[in-house]
């Protein structure tokens, strides 16, 4: 019969362990996981075209390649959330790991577009890996190791994103669209392995049922939001189909809400949301989400286009990607980085900063992209950006909601980026076909816009981040609502 003890690693009430974890291995393989989940996010998109070619599909049909992923990934990421805080981080993260290594086999393998797409779904079904590893994280380490290390996977998620688009051509040219999945698929055997036989179960656990009939209205919502975002260039932003979805999906959200209001255990608890340093975090994510898939797209296309057209560059897919590094290297460094202000100063400096940094990192392009050093000037900034900002919204839920509620808040800061990634994608997208020219080339106004769009939306981060509490207005509401695992230098 387990019985409960004060954790020594977070100082809230949890089930005893008998052995002490080896937390630099923890940190390494929740690491691996989410890195492979991120990667297999964006790897895919560059090789739309050659896996539409091959599987004698049109672009359009490979589309739902990106599409079966992104809705899998936003309606179960909460459900998975929410039962790790329930039965156990380790043991769901089993089952998404599982999920994902499944997924990403049978891609590999999959002989045809229908395979493929179950395939993409089953990978998306891991999208709680973040929500569930930052539970973890909380849980079992100390508590001044917790910001940097968190600050450290949220920006393996931007990282892996990175990974994926830069890697993407090299692998398709010198191998083919099957070794996308199969490189990844490594790295997911060997977190599996080590959350398997050397992570113990979380100590903090919120027994319950879960709320099915929320989960129900919230993926009909999710879906028909973000399945309007995802093909509405395809069908036409006018079109009946993308309209009538995206009222569907703003009714039944608004459904959810009052649904969730009254049920005893809800699968999201409303009353977080009016947390100010809950709904900021939210509101941030959700912005890094359009900015960071908005550069991924304007930036590699603008490094494609012919120098004849007098402001491409000229380079090949591969080279293009190799541009992206200074991001993917930046995100490496500024997110524990962030972890570390965050312990020192609270999340709200660094989210600040990290906001500043984005918007400033568009506003150079917006203004001119005819020279190369502005481009990499602009991805050090972007980098840097998302670094500090996505580590600090991770930093400021946790310490703004109970250790039983880890998994449930961070899910939906998940979905908010995803959410926000999807808009950006497709707004860029959108901007770039109707700024093109009749042979189908993007002009240049389609990239000042682009830039000038998402420097815009970046702005609304720096707001969301000044209006985030202070730390001690921060400390003060979440114990009011039971946080008691602060830092020492906090207290």
């Known amino acids: 019969m387990s019985s409960t003890v004060q954790s020594p690693a977070t100082g809230v009430s949890g089930v005893l362990t008998k052995r002490r974890p080896n937390t630099t291995l923890i940190v390494i393989y929740l690491s691996l996981g989410g890195l492979s989940f991120a990667v297999l996010q964006s790897l895919v998109a560059p090789a739309l075209a050659t896996i539409g070619r091959d599987l004698t599909v049109s672009t359009s049909d490979a589309s739902w390649i990106l599409t079966a992923y992104l809705l899998s990934a936003a309606v179960l990421t909460p459900i998975f959330g929410r039962l790790g805080d329930m039965v156990g981080k380790r043991r769901i993260l089993i089952v998404v790991l599982s999920l994902l290594l499944v997924g990403t086999l049978l891609a590999a393998l999959a002989p045809n577009l229908g395979v493929l797409i179950v395939a993409r779904a089953l990978q998306g079904a891991a999208g709680a890996i973040l929500p569930l590893s930052i539970g973890v994280v909380r849980d079992e380490l100390p508590r001044d190791k917790v910001g940097v290390t968190i600050g450290l996977l949220s920006a393996i998620f931007g990282i892996g994103a990175g990974v994926g688009i830069v890697a993407a051509g090299p692998i398709v040219e010198n191998l083919s669209w099957h070794w996308l999945f199969w490189l990844p698929a490594v790295l997911i055997v060997i977190a599996l392995a080590g959350v398997i036989f050397g992570m113990p179960e979380s100590p903090v656990k919120k027994p319950g049922r879960l709320d099915v009939l929320g989960a129900g209205i919230l993926g009909v919502s999710l879906v028909s939001l973000l399945l309007a975002i995802s093909e509405g260039e395809n069908w036409g932003w006018g079109d009946g189909k993308t309209l009538g979805l995206i009222a569907l999906g703003v009714i039944v959200l608004v459904v959810f809400v009052f649904v969730e209001l009254r049920v005893k255990e809800p699968l999201v608890d409303m009353r977080l949301m009016k947390v100010r340093g809950v709904w900021t975090a939210h509101v941030v994510a959700l912005v890094f989400g359009f900015a960071m898939f908005g550069t991924f797209v304007l930036v590699p296309t603008l490094l494609q286009l012919p120098t004849a057209t007098g402001y491409g560059f000229g380079e090949s897919v591969s080279a293009a990607g190799l541009y992206l590094l200074p991001t993917v290297l930046m995100m490496i460094v500024f997110g524990p980085v962030a972890g570390i202000l965050v312990r020192r100063t609270g999340p709200k400096p660094p989210l600040l900063l990290g906001s500043v940094f984005v918007t400033a990192a ?46 449930e808040a961070i899910s939906v800061n998940t979905i908010s980026r995803t959410i926000g990634s999807s808009i950006g994608t497709a707004v860029i997208a959108a901007l770039i076909s109707s700024h093109s020219s009749p042979q189908g080339l993007p002009q240049n106004d389609a990239f000042t816009i682009g830039f000038w769009v998402c420097a815009a939306v970046a702005v609304l981060a720096i707001l969301g981040a000044f209006a985030a509490p202070s730390m001690r207005a921060r400390r003060a509401q979440a114990l009011a609502l039971g946080v008691d695992d602060f830092p020492v230098s906090e207290k």
């Open 362 to 407: 568009f506003i150079l392009p917006a203004i001119d992209h005819s020279q190369i050093w502005q481009i990499v000037v602009s991805g050090l900034l972007t980098g840097a950006g998302i670094g500090l900002a996505l580590a600090s919204t991770s930093n400021a839920i946790i310490e703004s909601v109970p250790a039983t509620q880890t998994g």
